[in-house]
């Protein structure tokens, strides 16, 4: 746990000097953030449910964000502004990525039976612009750029810049 935490620290000084990462560590709410989620990720995964659960209503309380004990975040998680950031249960979100202020990720419901309960898969250098939401059990590839307020139903290739609600993939050369 430890190591994720260094390299979440890491992604948050932008460079070296103990300074900078003494400061970040006692300032940043955005850190603070990545700190709650890996400890009741730790309580989660030692099945300390009430402990996990205590952490996730703490977060949700002190920064606005609300991510559920369950969900699976990379080393190198980077939130600047965590305020209405949610992200659900099952969700698998990959190493070295940021999230935007605002963003969805969870589940999509089809019909009043909420018998879809598929959870994004989010790869490696992924950034979330504002609002964005990811929703059902798409798939989005390593090296993507999710617009602000975009919204993802289908599975994105690596190294898409998504755009638009719903969704489209801007192509590179467009840009």
């Not at 004990?69 to 080393?75: E, F, N, Q, T, Y």
């Not at 750029?145 to 801007?170: C, F, M, Y």
């Amino acid at each position: 746990m430890f190591e994720i935490i260094k390299e979440d620290l890491e992604r948050f000084a932008n460079g070296p000097g103990f300074l900078n990462k003494i400061k970040i560590s006692f300032t940043s709410i955005g850190f603070t953030t990545v700190i709650l989620i890996r400890l009741q990720s730790f309580f989660y995964t030692h099945k300390l449910i009430f402990l996990a659960y205590l952490l996730h209503h703490w977060n949700l309380i002190t920064t606005g964000a609300d991510v559920l004990p369950g969900c699976k975040i990379g080393a190198g998680l980077r939130i600047d502004h965590p305020v209405g950031i949610v992200i659900g249960a099952g969700t698998i979100i990959g190493q070295n990525c940021t999230i935007m202020q605002g963003v969805t990720i969870g589940v999509k419901h089809i019909d009043r039976t909420f018998n879809d309960h598929k959870y994004p898969i989010i790869g490696d250098n992924v950034s979330i612009g504002s609002k964005a939401s990811i929703l059902g059990g798409v798939y989005v590839g390593s090296n993507s750029i999710i617009g602000a307020h975009a919204v993802v139903t289908k599975d994105a290739s690596a190294g898409s810049n998504l755009v638009g609600i719903p969704a489209r993939e801007l192509r590179r050369d467009k840009l």
